[in-house]
């Protein structure tokens, strides 16, 4: 091969990669950094692949992109992974892999590297990715290719090698973050019945520490994506930049699972997302009231398959983008307000509105009615003939 690019977050394993591939490989090595909105100095990034051995370094800021069309799309599907997982990660691994091909083509290169264990998710879904838009290019796993098998070897290669790394031994778990959450696996957390380190908290106060009085939020949606909170209109990255701190201060977005991987083993993670779990209360409050009941219902039952393909890595893969079709088709009227209360920890709807509402309180009330009562029992007969005709047999 000609050269390679990594996508370099500066941590542990891509600072070990980093010299690895170009003691290994012998040829240039260039580093490519996303911005997707975590709160980390890019330029002290820049200057450790440099110092390690990457013979040129690109970053691109790819956090209105990744909010807009990633996060904002999840949200617009309700996905969320077995019930609780926001996939922060899983959404920002195709934006990454898109911008890490076109790093690719800058520099000529025919070959791209990933910081992923063989055991994890994210080696999936970069390389799925990568395939879908540039099946030529040669894609190197170091973790699959090479002899360190534990992050204490990692440790005492970079010691080795003078390669400076943001983790210790003692707080040795991995960290993934971006303007999404903040996600933690391994270490200290791989006893699933051992509570997390408080001090491991970055974006969430601890609940019982949250305001004693509540605070009402009220976030506007048009067409499905949120537009403005408190009536004031903001970029989408500025938009759940601040809801991240909002929903922080009152500890909102903790979650502590034990996830199926696709690789097929079970993964405690921990995740941090305030932002992004308000917004999927305050979108379903919107969709409530402007959804049709049997889109609704179908869109929900999609949900859950648009969730896995998210997670698995199939972005963009004719069914990823078939769904994401669907689920914008779905979106054209979802246009309103949701009105939230958060107090420790929790997340609660207390209202919502809508020039494009279908809730007619003047039918729904108990105070009135609506069509004759008659035509109630001649549809309950009609629903009930085919359990009038199984009664026999049901056995009961």
């Not at 305001?211 to 009536?231: D, M, R």
């Not at 991240?244 to 696709?262: A, L, M, Q, S």
Request: glycine share 8%; hydrophobic share 40%; charged share 25%.
């Amino acid at each position: 091969m000609k050269s390679i690019v990594l996508a370099y977050s500066g941590g542990l394993d891509t600072s070990v990669i980093l010299k690895w591939l170009v003691e290994t490989y012998k040829v240039p090595v260039y580093a490519f950094i996303a911005n997707l909105g975590q709160d980390e100095n890019l330029n002290e990034i820049k200057e450790r692949a440099l110092q390690t051995g990457a013979k040129e370094v690109v970053a691109e800021n790819l956090t209105e992109e990744f909010v807009s069309n990633y996060v904002f799309t999840a949200i617009k599907a309700n996905a969320v992974y077995e019930g609780y997982y926001l996939m922060g990660t899983s959404l920002a691994r195709p934006v990454i892999a898109k911008y890490l091909v076109s790093a690719a083509e800058k520099f000529g290169a025919d070959a791209v590297s990933h910081g992923s264990t063989g055991k994890g998710n994210d080696q999936v879904r970069f390389e799925l990715s990568i395939k879908a838009i540039n099946p030529s290019l040669q894609i190197i796993a170091p973790w699959r290719e090479w002899s360190f098998d534990s992050r204490k070897s990692l440790f005492d290669y970079a010691k080795q090698r003078g390669i400076k790394v943001p983790v210790t031994v003692e707080k040795p778990y991995s960290m993934d973050a971006n303007i999404a959450h903040i996600s933690y696996e391994g270490g200290v957390l791989e006893d699933a019945y051992k509570e997390p380190p408080e001090d491991m908290f970055r974006l969430t106060k601890n609940p019982a520490d949250a305001p004693a009085v509540p605070e009402y939020i009220e976030i506007e949606f048009e067409k499905g994506a949120p537009v403005a909170l408190n009536g004031k209109k903001l970029l989408p990255s500025q938009l759940l930049s601040e809801l991240n701190t909002i929903g922080g201060k009152h500890g909102i977005g903790r979650v502590d699972i034990v996830e199926n991987r696709y690789i097929g083993i079970k993964s405690r993670g921990v995740y941090e997302a305030p932002g992004v779990t308000i917004l999927m209360y305050a979108h379903r409050a919107v969709e409530s009231i402007t959804l049709d009941r049997e889109v609704y219902h179908l869109k929900d039952s999609l949900a859950v398959k648009f969730a896995e393909i998210a997670y698995n890595g199939y972005w963009f893969a004719p069914e990823g983008v078939l769904l994401r079709d669907f689920v914008e088709q779905t979106q054209k009227n979802v246009t309103g307000t949701a009105r939230l209360k958060l107090y420790k920890g929790s997340c609660s709807i207390v209202g919502r509105k809508s020039p494009c509402s279908l809730y007619n309180p003047e039918i729904a009330s108990f105070d009135t009615q609506a069509w004759n009562k008659a035509d109630a029992t001649g549809f309950i007969n009609l629903n009930a003939q085919r359990l009038i005709a199984s009664a026999k047999n049901s056995g009961i």
